[in-house]
């Protein structure tokens, strides 16, 4: 365990969002691992880290054994198709189900979006409109590159700006009231 004070990630990676490059280390096997268990979650993270280099991207996204996008290093995975429709993984891909991935679907369908857990592929996140990551510490960052394709117009999308600002408006409010 590491215990450390967190101050939260620089803002230019919301301002100008991050880049992405798919991992050839795959997510294992559904029946491998319990993909539930966040702490063997880690190792292909790390093996995937080691093998990617002196690249600067953001993150590693994993595809599963049927070369279907599954998951980052470290973070769940959107993408933005047609006006209000938000496309995920499924958490039966085994994915974690990350706490703020549930809270973003949440979010986005009390905003009106349809939320649609399906496979999805690198070809979806090239061509979708937006892409975002989402996990604990980086709420909800916006992904404007995934292997030196340009995602949408290059620069974080408006859905992505707005979930975030729905999203630290709730998590920053003091009174202790959360969404009904």
Same mark, same amino acid.
């Given at each position: 365990?590491?215990i450390? %004070?967190? %101050?939260?990630?620089?803002?230019?990676?919301?301002?100008?969002?991050?880049?992405?490059?798919?991992?050839? $280390?795959r997510?294992p096997?559904?029946?491998?691992q319990?993909?539930?268990?966040k702490?063997s979650q880690?190792?292909?993270?790390? /093996?995937?880290?080691?093998d990617?280099?002196?690249s600067?991207?953001?993150?590693?996204?994993?595809?599963?054994?049927?070369?279907? $996008?599954?998951?980052g290093?470290?973070?769940n995975?959107?993408?933005?198709?047609?006006?209000?429709?938000?496309?995920?993984?499924?958490?039966?891909?085994?994915?974690?189900?990350?706490?703020?991935?549930?809270?973003?679907?949440?979010?986005?369908k009390?905003?009106?979006m349809?939320?649609?857990e399906?496979?999805?592929?690198?070809?979806?996140?090239?061509?979708?409109? %937006?892409?975002?990551?989402?996990?604990?510490?980086?709420?909800?960052?916006?992904?404007?590159?995934?292997?030196?394709?340009?995602?949408?117009?290059?620069?974080?999308?408006h859905?992505s700006?707005?979930l /975030?600002? %729905?999203?630290?408006?709730?998590?920053?409010?003091?009174t202790?009231?959360f /969404?009904t």
């Amino acid at each position: 365990m590491i215990i450390r %004070e967190f %101050e939260g990630h620089p803002a230019s990676w919301y301002e100008k969002g991050v880049t992405l490059t798919t991992s050839v $280390v795959r997510r294992p096997f559904l029946k491998a691992q319990e993909s539930q268990v966040k702490a063997s979650q880690y190792v292909n993270g790390v /093996l995937a880290y080691l093998d990617r280099g002196n690249s600067k991207d953001h993150e590693l996204i994993f595809l599963d054994t049927n070369l279907q $996008v599954a998951e980052g290093t470290v973070s769940n995975i959107f993408a933005v198709g047609h006006p209000k429709r938000l496309l995920t993984p499924p958490a039966s891909s085994g994915i974690l189900r990350g706490v703020t991935r549930g809270f973003v679907m949440m979010l986005a369908k009390k905003a009106g979006m349809d939320v649609e857990e399906t496979p999805l592929t690198r070809h979806d996140l090239y061509n979708a409109a %937006e892409c975002f990551m989402t996990n604990t510490s980086s709420e909800i960052l916006p992904v404007v590159c995934m292997d030196g394709r340009k995602v949408g117009n290059g620069k974080p999308g408006h859905i992505s700006k707005r979930l /975030l600002r %729905e999203f630290r408006k709730i998590t920053n409010d003091q009174t202790g009231v959360f /969404l009904t």
